[in-house]
């Protein structure tokens, strides 16, 4: 069992359906009713998810201030297990991933858990990237070389732009760079990860010389980033549209007026960014108010928005209505378009109802975190 959980609840009925549940997924658990407990554990085993019975009280309260404080567990996942009259919205706002509902449901507890274990999973391939303008040289099967730049790095993967040339999909490349102040050159091989409107490509590593590593690993020390040897994910670049409607989708949390609850927020947005995931959705857009489909690609996707790919994109500010349909899920949620490219298409932020679509969401991306696609079914 690579995945381990904290379970801090004092409900023991509650308490023991997520732990079997969470055994039957095969992760291992630590349970304790007591929070003091909890806070002892928190600083001396790592956890990667955190399920705390959040009663909107002190001891709730001082719990999430020592994770965020939490040198092991400040980036864990939180689940958090609220009244079913509860509004969860404040618990969201304080970092929580996925919110379950007393009284537990066998079938919504499961079906939440692994979702919450697939995004562990993702999440953990994470890697901390380093900014960087080298030019590198790349070469595939089937085409010319490419001369393009590297605007970050990782030990694991890094990220090119090639706005005139959009790299095959799981195709195999080449590289052959040098870094900043570095006279020998790193050469390897890698695979396409991940791709957007915009040109971008994520490049995850795959074989690479130890003679190549050490200069990468040396050069990330040199500037502060620390090798792990990890795959990358796409980079919180502001050029990216699907990422500037992630941040502005973002709770206002600096505005709050209790000072200790802001900054309890505050810690929980900087601990943990948006995932965004490549994908190939088949979908239907309708500008709010009418019931005209225009039918699209959903290309990039997060918890808090999505790029919409259509040659006539809907003019900025507009609200819209995204209509997804699997062989798994149905989801439909609101938007409203943040950014527009004539031809391409725009993207949207999500716009939540209530914490159930928030949670639909959250499903779609567990699924897309355990595949690389999933194929459209129009009905």
Known sequence: MDLRALVVCPDQDSASLLMLILSELGMAAEHTPSISCGVELLDSQRFDAIVL????????????????????????MLIAVVDGDFNARPVFGLGANFVLYRPLSSERTRISLRAARSLMRRERRRAPRTPVSSTVN????????????????????TSIHTANRRLPPACKVYFEFALPDQQQRVRLSGEVAWQDASGRTGIRFLDVPQSSRRLMQTWLQQNNAPATGLPAQP?????????????????????????????????????RGEQRFACKLGAEVYSLGTNVPNRCILSDISEGGCYVEMPSPLSRQSGVEILVRTADTK???????????PGFGMGV???????????????????????????????
């Open 53 to 76: 019975d959040y009663r909107a009280d002190q001891t709730s309260a001082e719990f999430l201030t020592r994770l965020r404080q939490s040198a092991k567990n400040r980036a864990s």
């Open 138 to 157: 790349v070469a595939y099967p089937g085409a010319p070389e490419l001369n393009t730049v590297l605007t970050d790095l990782s030990e694991g993967g």
């Open 235 to 271: 980079p919180a670049s502001k050029s990216s549209a699907t990422q500037s409607f992630a941040a502005e989708s973002r709770p206002r949390r600096e505005k709050r007026p209790d000072s200790k609850d802001a900054t309890l927020v505050s810690n929980a947005g900087n601990r």
């Open 331 to 341: 989801l439909r949620i609101r938007g409203q378009v943040l950014a527009t490219h």
């Open 349 to 379: 932020r999500f716009m939540f109802q209530d914490s159930v679509e928030r949670e639909e969401v959250l499903r779609l991306l567990a699924v897309l975190a355990t595949g690389p696609s999933l194929d459209e079914h129009h009905r």
